[in-house]
T-cell receptor, first 114, second 113 residues
Framework: NAGVTQTPKFQVLKTGQSMTLQCAQDMNHEYMSWYRQDPGMGLRLIHYSVGAGITDQGEVPNGYNVSRSTTEDFPLRLLSAAPSQTSVYFC?????????????FGEGSRLTVL | GDSVTQMEGPVTLSEEAFLTINCTYTATGYPSLFWYVQYPGEGLQLLLKATKADDKGSNKGFEATYRKETTSFHLEKGSVQVSDSAVYFCALSDVGNTDKLIFGTGTRLQVFP
């Protein structure tokens, strides 16, 4: 059972570079989301999607783009990386909405921006 | 807006000790409440949940009761094990938007033999 798969697990970028964090799930979940985890701040929602073709902003969307062309994939794009985006990023999915079902998390992607 | 406040860690206990991790919340309505656990090097996983007042969620020996009168959802376990060492997150559903969970800052638990 693959569950939620994130790649890469580690990445180092220079300020201004762009990159995409990949997230794929094989559970046919409609809901997918991206969180960032920072010390002392818990998890903060970046973007989420309730189905293919539908995305919406979370708490901290600035500097990030998402798209949902398929049910399985939900990539997170950093357009021009900044040191403030150094964080651990988690992708999570759920069969229905976030609060009624169980959120399944990937193992995380640790990003460092120099 | 809605928010969750957790006790700061780390919480350090000996094996077989009693555990309490405090969680209080602020919400305009009646959210669902959750505890998630993150083991070292892994993503979060749901530990237990409660969807209405006075509900008790339980799993793996952990329990938490949804207390509307004190706006609390404290996590308890009667006898912790070394394998319970992890970070525990309290979370609530955003009453205004069912597609969002709001997480606390997490509490690290360290259990020593």
């Amino acid at each position: 059972n693959a569950g939620v798969t994130q790649t890469p697990k580690f990445q180092v970028l220079k300020t201004g570079q762009s990159m995409t964090l990949q997230c794929a799930q094989d559970m046919n979940h409609e809901y997918m989301s991206w969180y960032r985890q920072d010390p002392g701040m818990g998890l903060r929602l970046i973007h989420y999607s309730v189905g293919a073709g539908i995305t919406d902003q979370g708490e901290v969307p600035n500097g990030y783009n998402v798209s949902r062309s398929t049910t399985e994939d939900f990539p997170l794009r950093l357009l021009s990386a900044a040191p403030s985006q150094t964080s651990v990023y988690f992708c999570a999915s759920s069969y229905t909405t976030a609060n009624t079902g169980e959120l399944f998390f990937g193992e995380g992607s640790r990003l460092t921006v120099l | 807006g809605d928010s969750v406040t957790q006790m700061e860690g780390p919480v350090t206990l000996s094996e077989e000790a009693f555990l309490t991790i405090n969680c209080t919340y602020t919400a305009t309505g009646y959210p669902s409440l959750f505890w998630y656990v993150q083991y070292p090097g892994e993503g979060l996983q749901l530990l237990l949940k409660a969807t209405k007042a006075d509900d008790k969620g339980s799993n793996k020996g952990f329990e938490a009761t949804y207390r509307k009168e004190t706006t609390s959802f404290h996590l308890e376990k009667g006898s912790v094990q070394v394998s319970d060492s992890a970070v525990y997150f309290c979370a609530l559903s955003d009453v205004g938007n069912t597609d969002k969970l709001i997480f606390g800052t997490g509490t690290r638990l360290q259990v020593f033999p």
